[in-house]
């Protein structure tokens, strides 16, 4: 079992950044894969960025390239989501998930919201 949780979330307006923070626990196997997701009032929960266990190797949604950025530090078990250039797009829920890759099992946070607003 992996528990995650998020923080960093809050009020920020059009244009602004923010670094959303996640804690990782339990037990950690060396092909940890870790994630950011995030889900609109009303829509579905998509993805937004990985950074892999192995090579820490980056991927992100095509919607957000060049705006946000995740990295993590393993030392410290925490992974971050800087984003930038948010939308005023109404509040949203950012979920940190962990890919225990060798099992394809996933684990998810409790969420952090952010809503981007004047």
């Known amino acids: 079992q992996v528990q995650l949780v998020e923080s960093g979330g809050g009020l920020v307006q059009p244009g602004g950044s923010l670094t959303l923070s996640c804690v990782y626990s339990?037990?950690?196997?060396?092909?940890?894969?870790l994630g950011w997701y995030r889900q609109a009032t009303g829509k579905e929960r998509e993805w937004v960025a990985t950074?892999?266990?192995?090579?820490?190797?980056?991927d992100y949604a095509d919607s957000v390239k060049g705006r946000f950025a995740i990295s993590r530090d393993n030392a410290k078990n925490t992974t971050w989501l800087q984003v930038s250039g948010l939308k005023p797009e109404g509040p949203a829920t950012y979920y940190c998930?962990?890919?225990?890759?060798?099992?394809?099992?996933?684990?998810w946070g409790q969420g952090t919201q952010v809503t981007v607003s004047s």
């Open positions: 339990g037990h950690i196997p060396e092909d940890l894969n």
């Open positions: 950074i892999h266990a192995i090579g820490m190797t980056t």
């Open positions: 998930a962990a890919t225990w890759e060798s099992r394809a099992v996933t684990y």
